[in-house]
């Protein structure tokens, strides 16, 4: 099965909102609740963001942000600080035959 | 504080087989609950999930990986490891164990972890 697909890139200047989406199918995202997000720096593991769909682990700032319409996930970064610069991966269940399913990526940039 | 680390050779010959080990420090992997989860990364790339094992020994592949995959677990050494046979330079990639901590009952029956990875280890590059 295909990865969900997220925008290549997205940028947005410190103290401005960004919304970075991820589509998938009736069979992943639209199917399930389960949809989590991970912000990776550079060299870096990747971090749980958000679970849940929209529900923040702790120590994650409340700046972060989660929601679900259909089969389309969306993660919005109000606030945004220089160190929200890096990449950005939704992640989804997708079924007892697929397992879990991530998204291509997405890399923002804090101008 | 729960810890992860990988460990294994970092180049491994075309056809052979590519083996990790990541070993896990505070907390128990024979307990209920959370799934001992590998995922890579190739480079430049986005990330792949390969499978995951749970306490009692169930096991779920990635089903592109699944005839070259097998993920086994040693409580005692506190370890879960990955074997992956075959290898080509796709196979290529950073590789990271992760502990998925969500477990719930699919659709299906199926008692499932969907993909909420806390923590990762620092991951390591495998090169074919």
């Known amino acids: 099965q295909s990865a969900l697909t997220q925008p290549r890139s997205v940028s947005g200047s410190p103290g401005q909102s960004v919304t970075i989406s991820c589509t998938g199918t009736s069979s992943d995202v639209g199917g399930y609740k389960y949809v989590s997000w991970y912000q990776q720096h550079p060299g870096k593991a990747p971090k749980l963001t958000i679970y849940d769909v929209s529900k923040r682990p702790s120590g994650v700032p409340d700046r972060f942000s989660g929601s679900k319409s259909g089969n389309t996930a969306s993660l919005t970064i109000s606030g945004l600080q220089a160190e929200d610069e890096g990449d950005y991966y939704c992640?989804?269940?997708?079924?007892?035959?697929?397992?879990?399913?991530f998204g291509g990526g997405t890399k923002l940039t804090v101008l | 504080q729960v810890q992860l680390q990988e460990s294994g050779p970092g180049l491994v010959k075309t056809s052979q087989t590519l083996s990790l080990t990541c070993t896990v420090s505070?907390?128990?992997?024979?307990?209920?609950?959370?799934?001992w989860s590998w995922i890579r990364q190739h480079p430049g790339k986005g990330l792949e999930w390969i499978g995951y094992i749970y306490y009692n020994g169930d096991t779920f592949y990635n089903p592109s990986l699944k005839s070259r995959v097998t993920i086994s677990s040693d409580t005692s050494k506190k370890q879960f490891s990955l074997k992956l046979n075959s290898v080509t330079a796709a196979d290529t990639a950073v590789y990271y164990c992760a502990r998925d901590t969500s477990n719930y009952y699919d659709p299906s029956g199926h008692l499932r972890g969907m993909g909420w990875f806390d923590p990762w280890g620092q991951g390591t590059l495998v090169s074919v």
């Open positions: 992640c989804s269940y997708a079924g007892s035959y697929t397992g879990v399913l």
């Open positions: 505070g907390a128990s992997i024979g307990r209920a609950g959370y799934y």
